[in-house]
């Protein structure tokens, strides 16, 4: 049983990132036009959701949204596959022309980001790929980076970080395992 270390976010300090997030992405894109969130299913449809909702709020455009289901995968949690595969790939829009925004909870090695990114060009050609996490903990093993990053945080590769949000979680917190 992993032994509880620090919060490293609260509810309010979760809810700036996905703002600045939010206005980052459409200062790097010159507004919404063309622009699709992909949620890396669990935590990252959440966080795109949300990020979707400050985008509306700051320039009255409903972005598309949708979830990419990787095959249970997380490297800061448990080591079930050295490769990731999507699992379905099922999206409400075309990607095809698209600025494609995958958003995810934790960036640790690269490897569920890079299952995300073949999932996403199997189903067309977007125009441009981006990448926004909530969470950089280092320790990659590809040549991947996040475009938006709500918090990097340094960690050894022993401590787990477990990000807490709605409707899955019962509360909203970023924290620090060991």
């Keep these: 049983m992993s032994a509880y270390k620090a919060t490293l976010m609260d509810d309010m300090a979760i809810s ?11 200062e790097k894109n010159d507004g919404a ?4 969130l992909v949620g890396i299913k669990r935590r990252g449809a959440p966080i795109a959701k949300k990020i979707a909702e400050n985008i509306k709020a700051i320039e009255n455009i409903d972005v598309k949204c949708g979830v990419l289901d990787i095959t249970f995968y997380r490297d800061d949690l448990s080591h079930i ?33 890079r299952a995300a990114l073949d999932a996403i060009m199997s189903v ?3 125009s441009a790929i981006q990448l926004a996490v909530l969470i950089d903990r280092g320790h990659r093993e590809l040549p991947i980076r996040g475009d938006f990053v709500g918090k990097n945080v340094p960690t050894s590769k ?16 970023v924290e620090l395992y060991e």
């Design 16 to 26: 700036r990132a996905l703002k600045r997030i939010a206005h980052e992405i459409l």
């Design 33 to 36: 036009a063309d622009i699709c």
């Design 81 to 113: 596959s050295d490769d990731p595969v999507a699992k379905s790939v099922s999206l409400p829009f075309d990607v095809t022309g698209k600025t494609i925004v995958l958003v995810d909870d934790v960036l640790y090695t690269g490897r569920t980001a």
């Design 124 to 126: 067309g050609r977007p």
């Design 158 to 173: 022993n401590e787990r970080i477990s990000v807490k949000i709605p409707p899955i979680d019962d509360i909203t917190a």
